[in-house]
């Protein structure tokens, strides 16, 4: 039974992420007032990519990994950004759609990673 709680737990954080995506694509793409639309960009933005990441490390400590997971966010953030204007194609929302696709490619390793043990 522990096991099951275990497997419930892991899953917890994947709906969350699963969830903030979807959640800030709609954000993004639909006309959302400023006041509701940034709040939810930004916790997608500082959070998501990188905590999806981060979780298939399978850290111990929950902390470090939220907060490894925020820093990894931040630099995938300036390497999209760079990159697309050292290449002279600035384009916000595809460089959002990367990291929707990064995160939402992770959380499905974690889930399937998850499934298998």
Do not use: K, N
């Amino acid at each position: 039974m522990a096991s099951a709680g275990r497997h419930a737990a892991r899953l917890g954080w994947p709906a969350i992420l699963v969830g903030s995506t979807l959640l800030a694509a709609i954000a993004v793409a639909a006309p959302v007032s400023p006041g509701i639309r940034l709040p939810i960009v930004l916790w997608f933005l500082a959070v998501c990519p990188g905590l999806a990441i981060v979780r298939l490390a399978r850290l111990e400590d929950g902390l470090g990994e939220l907060v490894t997971g925020v820093a990894l966010s931040f630099a995938l953030i300036a390497a999209l950004a760079i990159a697309s204007v050292y290449a002279q194609i600035w384009q916000p929302y595809v460089i959002f759609g990367i990291l929707a696709a990064i995160a939402l490619a992770a959380v499905a390793v974690d889930v399937v990673r998850a499934r298998s043990q």
